[in-house]
């Protein structure tokens, strides 16, 4: 059974902090890591995706991924009020011929004005 | 472009009906999804069809089955509705299984009774 584990949260920062977010995973054979934003009450939306160790930037957001340790992040600077959404890491490997997105069950971030 | 959409938003059941979840999507995309999300649970793979004319199960498959209509339209169909059935079904796509962003639908919360 692959597994992706989150921090459970619910985690809570000042407007302006940086808002660190945490996945591990167990699958060793995992290939891409993927960061989803969901606001409450809407669906799932893709912000962040990283294939190899080391960080991605964009913007506001950077993606930390390393394989060895089974670990991935997102990092949120200067964290808005907007950013208060729940955060779901997902990873994708091969079975087979086949792609799979495993989800882990999601980090509540409130950003306090 | 409407992106993903579902029907019914809402639908409440008695245990023992049946009913027909609806997706389609105008992206041309080869892949679609059925996920469910639970409190606590994060998202978890039902069936997908990679392309057109094949299905196949995911994570919790029992007591569902799927439809691939047409390229556009994906359903689901609960047979005999039970109340661990009560939850948020997501429909996604994607332009290739195993592309990187699995865009999504905006759910139908259903409640079996």
């Known amino acids: 059974q692959k597994e992706v584990e989150q921090n459970s949260g619910p985690l809570s920062v000042p407007e302006g902090a940086i808002a660190s977010l945490n996945c591990t995973y167990s699958?060793?054979?995992?290939?891409?890591f993927f960061w989803y934003r969901q606001y409450s009450g809407k669906s799932p939306e893709l912000i962040m995706s990283?294939?190899?160790?080391g960080d991605k930037e964009d913007g506001r957001f950077t993606a930390q991924l390393n394989k060895a340790s089974q670990y991935v992040s997102l990092l949120i600077r200067d964290s808005q009020p907007s950013d208060s959404a729940t955060y779901l890491c997902a990873v994708r490997s091969v079975g087979g011929s086949n792609y799979k997105l495993t989800f882990g069950k999601g980090t509540l971030l409130t950003v306090n004005p | 472009n409407a992106g993903v959409t579902q029907t019914p938003k809402f639908q409440v059941l008695k245990t023992g009906q049946s009913m027909t979840l609806q997706c389609a999507q105008d992206?041309?995309?080869?892949?679609m999804y059925w996920y469910r999300q639970d409190p606590g649970m994060g998202l978890r793979l039902i069936y997908y069809s990679a392309s057109e004319g094949t299905t196949d199960k995911g994570e919790v498959p029992n007591g569902y089955n799927v439809s691939r209509l047409n390229k556009r339209e994906f359903s689901l169909r609960l047979e005999s509705a039970a109340p661990s059935q009560t939850s948020v079904y997501f429909c996604?796509?994607?332009?290739?299984?195993?592309?990187?962003?699995?865009?999504f639908g905006p759910g139908t919360r259903l409640t079996v009774l």
């Open positions: 996604a796509s994607s332009e290739l299984e195993g592309a990187d962003t699995q865009y």
């Open positions: 990283i294939y190899s160790n």
């Open positions: 992206m041309n995309h080869n892949s």
């Open positions: 699958d060793r054979g995992s290939q891409s």
